[in-house]
Structure formats: structure tokens, C-alpha cells
């Protein structure tokens, strides 16, 4: 699992048919403590989460997987909207 925050959106007025009606959002990777550590990636909102949220997102097969993506043509699938995260001290 990829722990991001959603940080915009995108309109594709023109995909595959299986992917019509589904919302599809930019999301930033990020370290347990907030700060932004990665790319960006374009992931299939299965929960539907807003910009701003913290999300947690499911890649490769495993988006397939996520609820309404069976037999999608999808890489990542946000599957989860992030309410907090704990980090033992010193890590």
C-alpha cells in the first residue's frame, strides 16, 4: 500500500469505456510523517476522497482488485481514506 495525499484531479473525456463514470485523482506520495516524498500518480477513486485528504492507494494487480475495478484497465485504485497515522518515536 502507498500512503498519499490527493493533491488534484483529472478529466479525461475520452477513455475506455470501462472507465467511464469513475473519478480519477493526482495523488502525492508521502512519509508517515506528512512530508511529501515521491512522485505523483493518477489513481481510480473507489472511496471517493477529496484534494487535501490523505489516502491510501493499492497498485498493480492489486487495484484491479479493488471494489468496481474487476477486469478495469487500471494500475491505481485509491482504496482508503487515511484518518491518522501513528509513528513510534524515534522512527
Not at 64 to 76: F, I, L, Q, S, W
Amino acid at each position: 500500500m502507498i500512503l498519499a495525499r490527493v493533491v488534484g484531479t483529472v478529466v479525461a473525456t475520452r477513455k475506455d469505456p470501462r472507465l467511464v463514470s469513475n473519478k480519477l485523482l493526482v495523488a502525492r506520495t508521502m512519509d508517515p510523517h506528512g512530508k511529501a516524498d515521491g512522485s505523483y500518480l493518477v489513481a481510480v477513486d473507489t472511496v471517493d476522497a477529496g484534494v487535501g485528504e490523505t489516502v491510501l492507494i493499492v497498485s498493480g494487480s492489486s487495484a484491479r482488485m479493488a471494489a468496481g475495478m474487476k477486469d478495469c484497465p487500471v494500475d491505481a485504485a485509491i482504496v482508503g481514506i487515511v484518518d491518522a497515522v501513528e509513528v513510534a518515536a524515534g522512527d
